[in-house]
């Protein structure tokens, strides 16, 4: 098994643009997670999605953020516009049906936002 | 507000040691606590993980102790190694309303010398 794929795994952008994180779960798994990582705030839960639905997006940190899951098997984590205090590293996460406590992370995007 | 409490920041053990990381946490209405050990450049790995009906579960050299009256739970490392040198953190999942994602404490740094 590949495990859950990110991309980029790293980005550098300048402040104002938009920004695309993608993310590919483990096959068969029904939920998908983002987080957030920096040293000041630690592992963040940004939003995520049940079977493709959007569950619990409380961690959005601003309208500025938005995240999708067309199907199964992909999603995307974007941020227009981006600014400084959005660099982070930002991680992926899927579960299995029959184990939905065990969460699988992928390498993460090492966000830089200039 | 920091659900979920965890100590030291780092700790150096020596090779042979017991590494001993602590947690507390706030809300009751958690089920579910998983460690996660990150390596640098890596995304979380999940190490070994409790519920709260269970005082104590060991998994080859790590064990977590659970007290649920004191909202206090622990991971101790026994004969640690250089390769056991990673970030551990620990988590809670639930929190009541069908929320599935992990509340993360800050992390430990840990450092086995040889």
């Known amino acids: 098994d590949a495990g859950v794929i990110q991309s980029p795994r790293h980005e550098v952008t300048e402040m104002g643009q938009e920004v695309t994180l993608r993310c590919k779960p483990i096959?068969?798994?029904?939920?998908l997670f983002w987080y957030r990582q920096t040293m000041m705030r630690g592992l963040e839960l940004l939003i995520y999605?049940?079977?493709?639905?959007?569950?619990?997006d409380s961690g959005m940190p601003e309208d500025r953020f938005s995240a999708k899951m067309p199907n199964a098997s992909f999603s995307t984590l974007k941020i227009q516009p981006s600014e400084p205090r959005d660099s982070a590293v930002y991680f992926c996460a899927s579960t299995p049906g029959g184990r939905p406590y065990e969460q699988y992370f992928g390498p993460g995007t090492r966000l830089t936002v200039t | 507000q920091q659900q979920v409490k965890q100590s030291p920041q780092s700790l150096i053990v020596q090779k042979g040691g017991i590494s001993i990381i602590n947690c507390a946490y706030e809300?009751?209405?958690?089920?579910?606590f998983p460690w996660y050990q990150q390596f640098p450049g890596k995304g979380p790995a999940l190490l070994i993980a409790i519920r709260p009906d269970v005082s104590e579960k060991k998994e080859g050299r790590f064990t977590i102790s659970f007290n649920k009256s004191a909202k206090q739970f622990s991971l101790h490392i026994m004969d640690s190694q250089p390769g056991d040198s990673a970030t551990y953190f620990c988590a809670a999942r639930g929190g009541g309303g069908g929320a599935d994602g992990l509340t993360f404490g800050k992390g430990t740094h840990l450092i086995i010398q040889p």
């Open positions: 809300n009751t209405a958690f089920d579910y």
């Open positions: 096959s068969g798994h029904n939920s």
């Open positions: 999605f049940n079977n493709n639905v959007p569950i619990d």
